[in-house]
């Protein structure tokens, strides 16, 4: 599986970007997609998550502000992202495993896509 991942950009903060990953198969009922992100020097760190069955899985930090949504037709998600802060800079990846636990580690996931930076000035 290859993921594609698009919409990153300069925004200032307050404002909202939309990022968008899709899948290069098809995805099944045990798939997971999600978002995590990543500043030089850090681990990734785990974003959001959604199921094939839409269950949504929300860091602490996003909650609230971002909103994940699935096309599985499409074989795409999304993540919508407002009330944007100079601490959600960093390169955001898309990423998605087989299974139905939906892991907060970037570790258990399998397939990446090659990133996007969203830059938020303050």
């Known amino acids: 599986v290859q993921l594609q991942a698009s919409g990153g950009g300069l925004v200032q903060a307050g404002g909202s970007l939309n990022l968008s990953c899709t899948a290069s198969?098809?995805?099944?009922?045990?798939?997971?997609m999600g978002w995590f992100r990543q500043i030089p020097g850090n681990e990734r760190e785990f974003v959001a998550a959604?199921?094939?069955?839409?269950?949504?899985h929300y860091s602490d930090s996003v909650n609230g502000r971002f909103i994940i949504s699935r096309h599985n037709r499409m074989n795409r998600i999304y993540l919508q992202m407002n009330s944007l802060k100079p601490e959600d800079t960093a390169t955001y990846f898309c990423?998605?495993?087989?299974?139905?636990?939906?892991?907060?580690?970037?570790?258990?996931?399998?397939?990446w896509g090659q990133g996007t930076q969203v830059t938020v000035s303050s």
């Open positions: 990423a998605a495993r087989r299974g139905t636990t939906v892991p907060r580690i970037a570790g258990a996931y399998e397939f």
């Open positions: 198969t098809r995805t099944f009922d045990s798939d997971i």
């Open positions: 959604i199921t094939w069955s839409m269950n949504i």
